[in-house]
């Protein structure tokens, strides 16, 4: 009888013990910044016509080789392109394409371009993200941020000069289109040497 009544009684604690777990406190989800290996950034101009291609590429990441850099041919002056940004992981097998993160986390990542060094050109925005967020009442709406995916790099007078493309992960948006308004950490930068002729 003794068994019985002590039994009962472990059963009865354990219960109450399962019962008054807690999951909620389950750790957040780390979100990790992306592993890129290549930028290769297109640049189409607007009618037709040779594109010209930009790419740095750093197999060991940060290893002590420096990235290769390459870049296609030179850009036409008064001419706008179209530009696309392809960012890969070559350690894996076959390369995985980054941009599908990207797009999948729009509003937490943003790409920068910054001309410099005197090279005749503008860029602007082509894309923004659809991703749905709250406001503080509750109300769903999407957001009309940038994320630079593509682009327009536009050109006029003869010159040379460089594109620095940087992509910020979790920058803060809106911004006012800086790197330093925008923070959050680099996830991948490149200074391309460009010449409009």
């Given at each position: 009888?003794?068994t019985?009544?002590?039994?009962?009684?472990?059963?009865?604690?354990?219960?109450?013990?399962?019962?008054?777990?807690?999951?909620?406190?389950?750790?957040?989800?780390?979100?990790?910044?992306?592993?890129?290996?290549?930028?290769?950034?297109?640049?189409?101009?607007?009618?037709?016509?040779?594109?010209?291609?930009?790419?740095?590429?750093?197999?060991?990441?940060?290893?002590?080789n420096?990235?290769?850099?390459?870049?296609?041919?030179?850009?036409?002056?008064?001419?706008?392109?179209?530009?696309?940004v392809?960012?890969?992981?070559?350690?894996?097998?076959?390369?995985?394409?980054?941009?599908?993160?990207?797009?999948?986390?729009?509003?937490?990542h943003?790409?920068?371009?910054?001309?410099?060094?005197?090279?005749?050109?503008?860029?602007?925005?082509?894309?923004?993200?659809?991703d749905?967020?709250?406001?503080?009442?509750?109300?769903?709406?999407?957001?009309?941020?940038?994320?630079?995916?593509?682009?327009?790099?536009?050109?006029?007078?003869?010159?040379?000069?460089?594109?620095?493309?940087?992509?910020?992960?979790?920058?803060?948006?809106?911004?006012?289109?800086?790197?330093?308004?925008?923070?959050?950490e680099?996830?991948?930068?490149?200074?391309?040497?460009?010449?409009?002729?």
């Amino acid at each position: 009888m003794k068994t019985i009544k002590f039994l009962s009684m472990a059963i009865l604690a354990g219960s109450i013990l399962v019962s008054c777990s807690n999951d909620d406190n389950s750790p957040e989800e780390i979100n990790e910044e992306e592993t890129i290996t290549t930028m290769t950034v297109t640049l189409t101009p607007d009618g037709g016509g040779t594109a010209i291609e930009l790419q740095s590429r750093d197999l060991d990441g940060d290893g002590p080789n420096a990235p290769e850099i390459t870049v296609s041919g030179n850009l036409a002056e008064n001419t706008t392109y179209n530009g696309s940004v392809v960012l890969l992981n070559e350690t894996e097998t076959p390369a995985e394409e980054v941009n599908e993160e990207i797009e999948g986390e729009a509003a937490e990542h943003q790409f920068f371009y910054v001309v410099d060094g005197g090279l005749n050109a503008t860029t602007e925005y082509t894309d923004e993200e659809s991703d749905y967020v709250s406001d503080e009442t509750g109300t769903n709406f999407t957001t009309n941020n940038p994320v630079g995916i593509t682009f327009t790099l536009t050109t006029t007078d003869a010159s040379s000069g460089t594109l620095t493309v940087t992509l910020r992960h979790e920058p803060k948006k809106p911004n006012d289109g800086t790197l330093a308004d925008a923070g959050g950490e680099t996830d991948i930068t490149q200074t391309f040497n460009l010449t409009i002729e």
